[in-house]
């Protein structure tokens, strides 16, 4: 049978599973309903404390369709610790960055109580730790260092699979790009105050500079506007307001090179 899956924010008992001592109808029960439940959410393993059942038992899907069954598993050695990139049912889609042995060797129990053991590397060997942690009430929140604990708290308070570890800076890069343009229009500004001092033959140079001038600033507009929208990806906790604050910027200062060029055309332009 098909179970519900525990998922956040319902909380995960903080005690150990139980130990399975009577193999009987009802851990071969639960031992069905957890590779129903696989099958169902498209999984590769589950811990039985993950449909709400106490006992100390993890089905898992093999690459081959089969489904290996352990029950009351320990793990017995370990070595060369990794670190990757883990999602599980519990969280949803949310991932995380989590320390973990490479390689490691498991005891445990089948369906009929024979005793054996595995040996694990890899993909494999981390998806049956993960497991294991729910076997002590936990999930992989509490393997992780304290600042990925912190990303993934706000990750869970966005909801959202995003790196969320700054809020909004105040300075960007693009910045820069927009203090260029701030001074170009203060030359040009500067060219028709000056057009009202110089001789009838400097105006034609003036002029031309007015226009080459507005080719560029025209430009600088359009690399500040594209530049500043890539910048401003890397903030996904304020896209929204940063891509109206773009928006509205290179809006007002294409308005002041518009406002300058027509003042030019009429003040400095010699024909």
């Not at 009987?24 to 393993?45: C, F, H, P, Y």
């Not at 320390?99 to 590397?121: C, F, G, M, P, T």
């Not at 506007?225 to 890539?230: G, L, S």
């Not at 990806?233 to 406002?259: D, E, H, M, P, R």
């Amino acid at each position: 049978m098909v179970k519900e899956i525990v998922k956040y924010p319902t909380p995960l008992s903080v005690e150990f599973s139980v130990d399975v001592r009577v193999f009987n109808e009802n851990i071969v029960s639960l031992v069905e309903d957890l590779k129903d439940t696989i099958k169902a959410n498209d999984l590769d393993a589950l811990s039985a404390y993950q449909i709400g059942s106490y006992f100390n038992v993890m089905v898992v899907k093999q690459k081959d369709g089969s489904f290996l069954e352990l029950i009351n598993p320990r793990l017995i050695a370990q070595s060369e610790r990794i670190v990757s990139t883990e999602k599980t049912a519990y969280f949803g889609d949310l991932s995380a960055k989590i320390e973990r042995y490479d390689k490691i060797s498991i005891i445990y129990q089948d369906i009929n109580a024979k005793n054996l053991s595995l040996k694990a590397e890899g993909d494999f060997s981390r998806l049956l730790q993960r497991k294991l942690d729910y076997t002590f009430g936990a999930t992989f929140l509490q393997k992780m260092s304290e600042d990925e604990r912190t990303l993934f708290e706000k990750k869970l308070e966005f909801g959202a699979d995003v790196a969320i570890m700054e809020s909004c800076p105040t300075t960007f890069h693009r910045d820069k790009i927009l203090k260029v343009i701030k001074y170009a229009y203060l030359l040009m500004f500067l060219v028709i105050i000056g057009s009202f001092f110089v001789q009838d033959e400097i105006a034609p140079k003036l002029w031309q500079y007015q226009l080459y001038a507005s080719y560029s600033l025209l430009g600088l507009n359009i690399v500040y506007f594209f530049y500043a929208y890539f910048e401003g990806k890397a903030y996904t906790s304020c896209v929204s307001c940063q891509l109206g604050n773009i928006i509205g910027t290179t809006f007002i200062s294409l308005i002041k090179l518009s406002a300058l060029m027509l003042v030019s055309y009429f003040v400095v332009n010699p024909s």
